[in-house]
């Protein structure tokens, strides 16, 4: 097996500091302002463009959803030297190619543009998931082992699998494994739906590539780069790995799931245009549910008050919010960074994670780590096999929604392989063990699809107060928080009216999902 290590390219995701309230104000800011950007209602229609002589970068250019206004702003983008991609009218949002260094300052003083702003602070070339280290890959004599000691109507591999125990997944199975008119869109690195235990689950009309901002719907085009580009199968075999007496099985193994690809394919990073793509094409094509196991780069925290990162909130806020307002309830995981998502400051040193980052200090209810902080969005912290928080788990009062299971090297499971991770697919035909709370959004988005299995009239919001109303909270620890053993309190836990900052509203139920009760 491999040694699960950091990588340090590959950043942890994190925090939604966000509470609802907040969160909807910031909505309404970034969406229903007529033109809330600087001079966006005094300048020209028309600019002159500069010269082609700076790196190619993507912008997104945020106006009013209405056709006229957009083809003025098309006009003006053109003439100041930039390059419309696509443009999601209904959304108000335009992606833009430009060589002209001075493009953003400029496309922000034309009339009706209301936030602009750079996608990225590197050129364009021809992942920031949150899991915690490489994949412990079983071997053939692993999974011969793991085959023999698995029980009567268990999956071969099932006896490794403690986190469906944890959560009732395996007793929900027995009664609904969920409906296949429910879907589960894994934004992400790719999908390797060949897997003998995703193939028949899968939904291809639902998938696409959308690198770049473009959906590429072509035959094959969702799966991923390499075979080392293994997140996304695993978080979809968490999701919906069929039980067909092969491998593993999903928390909701009669569900769809479907694969949208996100990631550049040199630096494997999820940029703006990307995910908004994602998220119209998602609500576009029937989807319930999406996964978001990733942070957005380059900035692991946008500012408001930087134009380019507030063109980066706006753009994503707005396809998301109108995916819920097509039934989909985006998740996403909370980061493992170990911190209070809902403290004064946190120091970020990894941001831009596209070019040469730089040390500064955030208000994180200022600046948003997104699709996580957006409003609407289930954000999920990480437990083990002992239901306590993961070791490496963000976290924060009145930020988590609620919590399920992500592994933890700590918390050990009396399993044949005594792994506390999760065990799921992986490219190739193969299987293995990851940890994060990249592993935790999809058990939360499994459930979610087993909510909308029972109740499929409910809105997104819906699917989510059910979430929390049937979770199950073990409360803050008692004593210190020690997950290492060292006598340091590692993290603090505190509590509030029903919820605790460890879990939200509690850990998620799978067979109440299906039971009511």
Not at 116 to 130: C, Y
Not at 210 to 225: F, K, L
Not at 226 to 231: D, E, I, P, R
Not at 373 to 389: D, E, H, M, R
């Amino acid at each position: 097996m491999v040694p699960l290590v950091n990588r340090p390219r590959w950043r942890p995701r994190r925090r939604r500091a966000l509470a609802i309230p907040i969160g909807f104000a910031l909505a309404s800011a970034l969406v229903l302002l007529p033109n809330s950007a600087s001079a966006a209602t005094t300048g020209s229609t028309t600019t002159t463009a500069a010269a082609a002589d700076g790196p190619l970068l993507s912008y997104v250019v945020n106006t009013r959803p209405d056709r006229s206004t957009i083809k003025s702003v098309e006009r003006a983008i053109t003439a100041a030297g930039g390059e419309v991609v696509t443009s999601y009218d209904k959304i108000g949002v335009i992606v833009v190619h430009s060589t002209n260094p001075d493009f953003g300052p400029t496309i922000r003083k034309v009339r009706g543009v209301q936030t602009a702003g750079a996608t990225r602070t590197a050129a364009l070339s021809a992942a920031s998931t949150t899991d915690e280290g490489a994949p412990e890959v079983l071997t053939a004599a692993e999974v011969a082992k793991a085959t023999s000691q698995a029980a009567d109507g268990q999956e071969p591999l099932e006896a490794n699998q403690w986190d469906l125990r944890a959560i009732g997944a395996d007793k929900a199975a027995t009664i609904n494994p969920g409906s296949s008119k429910v879907t589960v869109a894994v934004l992400d690195v790719g999908v390797d739906d060949t897997h003998p235990d995703l193939t028949a689950n899968f939904s291809a009309s639902q998938s696409a590539n959308c690198v770049g901002g473009v959906a590429d719907t072509s035959y094959g085009a969702w799966r991923p780069y390499t075979s080392a580009n293994y997140h996304g199968t695993h978080v979809a075999g968490e999701i919906a790995a069929a039980r067909n007496g092969i491998g593993v099985a999903g928390v909701a193994p009669g569900v769809k799931v479907a694969s949208i690809k996100v990631a550049d394919p040199v630096t494997q990073l999820f940029y703006p245009e990307s995910v908004v793509c994602a998220f119209v094409f998602a609500a576009d094509h029937g989807v319930e549910i999406t996964n978001n196991s990733y942070y957005i780069d380059p900035w692991l925290y946008n500012c408001l008050d930087d134009p380019d990162q507030l063109a980066i909130v706006d753009a994503v806020n707005r396809a998301s919010l109108y995916s819920q307002s097509k039934g989909v309830l985006n998740v996403a995981s909370a980061g493992n960074s170990n911190d209070d998502l809902d403290s004064n400051a946190i120091v970020d040193d990894s941001s831009p994670d596209d070019s040469t980052a730089v040390t500064r200090t955030v208000d994180p209810h200022t600046c948003f780590d997104i699709p996580t902080q957006l409003p609407g969005v289930a954000t999920v912290s990480a437990t083990g096999v002992q239901n306590l928080k993961s070791y490496y788990s963000s976290y924060g009062l009145g930020v988590i929604d609620v919590a399920a299971p992500g592994g933890d090297k700590y918390q050990i499971p009396d399993t044949p392989d005594a792994n506390g991770r999760i065990l799921s697919t992986l490219p190739d035909n193969t299987y293995g063990y990851l940890q994060g709370t990249s592993m935790a959004s999809p058990h939360v988005a499994a459930v979610a699809a087993l909510v909308k299995s029972t109740h499929p009239h409910a809105t997104p919001a819906q699917v989510l107060r059910i979430l929390k109303a049937e979770a199950d909270n073990p409360g803050c620890p008692t004593g210190i928080y020690d997950p290492d053993g060292n006598g340091v309190e590692d993290s603090t836990c505190t509590t509030g009216k029903s919820v605790n900052s460890f879990y939200g509203s509690g850990i998620v139920d799978a067979l109440a999902a299906v039971t009511g009760k």
